[in-house]
């Protein structure tokens, strides 16, 4: 019944915490078990050129509205010592990063960072290592929304740029018509023309650098438009062999 799977997840979840999510795929014929291995992923690419991007608060959609309580510093470190080859030293960059933040807000950082953002990094330099030409992308803009940030999913409403198909969602409230239209025209801008001729390039046509390996910056977008956001190559991540 709903009400079990809904029981069964909720325990799965509670089981999980602070060691990442529950339900992972399982290694099969279709699904290898190196799946989380950038290195191996690239190999694998079928494709010339790819466009990686990301939104810079990517685990707010999953627990900024969870309860304070219901996260604690032993859980952030737990979190941490999993997940990354140096956890003392991200665990007290992190804190050093935002000294204010509170320990929901320091896992939030902690799982985007493991999950999204040094992925994303290590499969760009694992695909130009194969010969792949990679742009790297972020998406900084925050919604004013409390616990959200740029979260998961949050620059859809900007890629599609249809604003009155979102009248009900809060995460854009507060956001003016001036900044929505020219971040939905720089974000639709760069994927369109990346599907059109494989690169992306801002709204006035100029091309997104193209990412190399160690290379120390990557296009972001933000409030104000394109910068040049430097990459945290401060840490390294382990990764999971599935079983």
């Not at 974000?187 to 091309?207: H, N, P, V, W, Y």
Request: glycine share 8%; hydrophobic share 50%.
């Amino acid at each position: 019944s709903t009400e079990q799977l809904l029981a069964a997840g909720g325990a799965l979840a509670k089981a999980w915490a602070g060691r990442g999510l529950g339900l992972y795929p399982s290694a099969d014929d279709a699904v290898p078990a190196d799946l989380f291995d950038a290195s191996q992923a690239a190999a694998r690419l079928h494709v010339p050129e790819v466009l990686v991007s990301y939104t810079a608060d990517e685990a707010n959609a999953f627990i900024g509205m969870a309860p304070e309580q219901a996260f604690s510093v032993a859980a952030v470190r737990g979190f941490i010592a999993g997940n990354f080859a140096q956890p003392q030293g991200v665990f007290e960059a992190l804190a050093a990063e935002a000294p204010e933040a509170t320990a929901k807000q320091l896992m939030a950082r902690a799982m985007t960072l493991h999950q999204i953002q040094l992925y994303a990094v290590e499969f760009a330099d694992q695909a130009v290592a194969q010969g792949a030409s990679v742009q790297l992308f972020g998406f900084e803009l925050s919604s004013p929304l409390p616990n959200a940030g740029s979260a998961h999913c949050f620059e859809l409403p900007f890629l599609f740029g249809n604003r009155q198909a979102w009248h009900d969602a809060p995460m854009l409230d507060g956001i003016t018509e001036e900044t929505f239209s020219a971040a939905a025209a720089q974000l639709g801008g760069a994927l369109g023309a990346f599907i059109r001729t494989g690169r992306a390039a801002s709204d006035s046509g100029e091309s997104l650098p193209l990412h190399a390996p160690g290379v120390q910056s990557l296009t972001a977008l933000t409030e104000s438009g394109l910068v040049q956001r430097e990459i945290d190559r401060r840490f390294a991540a382990k990764r999971q062999v599935l079983a």
